[in-house]
């Protein structure tokens, strides 16, 4: 059981830090070497794409810290 969730930690792990890098900041960051997004929309709210970028990333943050508490406590 503790290695089948250490090897889901690793993917989170990864994952997150990918999902992290992929969001447009000051400087557009990695996600305007994909295209994901210029800007915000006319309503300050960002594109469908980085809103589900958003989601996106606070899901697995919230699964990453899940598996961490589970494993500490195995």
Request: aromatic letters at 10%; glycine letters at 14%.
């Amino acid at each position: 059981m503790y290695l089948i969730l250490s090897v889901v930690q690793v993917f989170l792990s990864v994952l997150l830090i990918f999902l992290v890098l992929m969001h447009s900041g000051k400087d557009s960051g990695l996600s305007g070497a994909f295209g994901v997004g210029t800007g915000a929309g006319p309503f300050g709210g960002g594109s469908l794409v980085e809103r589900n970028l958003n989601y996106w990333t606070v899901a697995v943050a919230i699964l990453f810290t899940i598996n961490i508490i589970v494993l500490l406590r195995i």
